[in-house]
């Protein structure tokens, strides 16, 4: 008997990198037992170097587009990861039983920001790829061991 997957929303604030990373390593990598969903609290369009650095860890984000979590009312979520501070301090409330974590990681546009070389900027996104990686190969059990506010090491 198949057991329905979980229905885990990776929410951040633009929705355009941290959030699509994770959905997209979700989707991966645990597809068979999450129904992976990313939002954000406002929509700032797709990260390119995000869609770079994932294309490179073999994992197609490109099809994804950046929506609000306005967009996802309706769909009855088990789990709300928060992956960054801003929405897990701006979480809208969610109907049901559905359980918020906050797993929060870096910002590669802001760690980018003053990089001296399109390479240099890279290896922000890639080291916050694989942090998520790791945190995604986790799951499930890792969003029910997880003190509320922990971050990601």
Same mark, same amino acid.
């Given at each position: ?25 979700? +989707? ?7 129904? =992976? ?22 994992? $197609? ?9 306005? !967009?996802l009312?309706?769909? !009855? ?29 870096? $910002?590669? =546009? +802001? ?6 070389? !399109?390479? !240099? ?11 998520i990686? +790791?945190?995604i190969?986790?799951? =499930? ?13």
């Amino acid at each position: 008997m198949l057991l329905p997957k979980l229905k885990v929303l990776f929410l951040c604030t633009g929705n355009s990198c941290r959030s699509q990373m994770a959905e997209g390593w979700a +989707r991966a990598l645990k597809g068979d037992i999450i129904e =992976p969903y990313s939002a954000g609290i406002e929509t700032h369009g797709m990260n390119p170097r995000a869609v770079k650095v994932m294309a490179e860890a073999g994992v $197609d984000i490109t099809g994804h587009r950046s929506k609000k979590v306005s !967009e996802l009312e309706g769909v !009855e979520f088990d789990y709300v990861v928060t992956v960054c501070g801003h929405a897990n301090e701006n979480c809208p409330r969610f109907p049901g039983k559905v359980q918020v974590v906050h797993v929060g990681f870096d $910002d590669p =546009p +802001r760690l980018a920001q003053n990089a001296g070389s !399109e390479e !240099e900027a890279l290896t922000h996104y890639r080291r916050v790829c694989e942090e998520i990686r +790791r945190f995604i190969e986790t799951l =499930p059990d890792g969003l029910t061991r997880r003190p509320k506010g922990e971050k990601q090491q």
